[in-house]
């Protein structure tokens, strides 16, 4: 039997072909680098999501074993959709990352995933988005990183902010999204349990995409900001 080839590691022992998505809610993978994630999956990427919390709140009338059977649904389905390589849910209750994540001992498994995906790269969510759990995450990702001397580039994406005024001091980085971002659209439109968020947001998808786009002078693209 032929012996598996190992992929060949970067400087930091890393796998530069998985790349890993670590996200609050199951349709920010796709809100924020959806089209890089389509991207780098059609250039032969393992790309990896990891979704802190099922969600089971946007539907408050529905019974929870419902909506999170719907949602994780919508995540596989979209998973496949882009030719992704997995999505892990951790179960945290939304509002409680930070209590859930020391009380339910959580840093054991996210630095088993970590370790276990190996990735060059992860993208994650802004410091400064308005939506607290989003904050929550990047504070527990970072504190995790630093805990377990993981060195790796990690990448902020935004959601809710359109503009960028707070992150100056950091690098930009600018991806042409112009050829996938009609997957992003298409993929956004398979949450449909997600409605509202969609009704809410969509404009918003439009705008940073083009937004971005001027300022590498194409059509569509996305904006990520380096903090590690």
Known sequence: MAKKNKPKLDANGHDPNSVLIICAHSDDQIFGPGGTVAKYAREGKKVYTLIFSYGEMSHPLHQRQYTIKTRVKEALDVDKFFGGHGVTFLGLGEGKFAEQFNTRKMYPKLK???????????????????????????????DTLDRMHYKCDVYMFDIWNIFNFKKREYVEIIIDISDTFDMKVKALKMFESQKLSLFSLTWSVYLRAWLSGRKIHTRYAESFYKIR
């Open 112 to 142: 088993r995933l970590i370790l276990h995906y190996n990735p060059e790269m992860i993208f994650t969510h802004s410091t400064d988005d308005p939506q607290p759990d989003h904050r929550a995450l990047n504070k527990l990702l970072l």
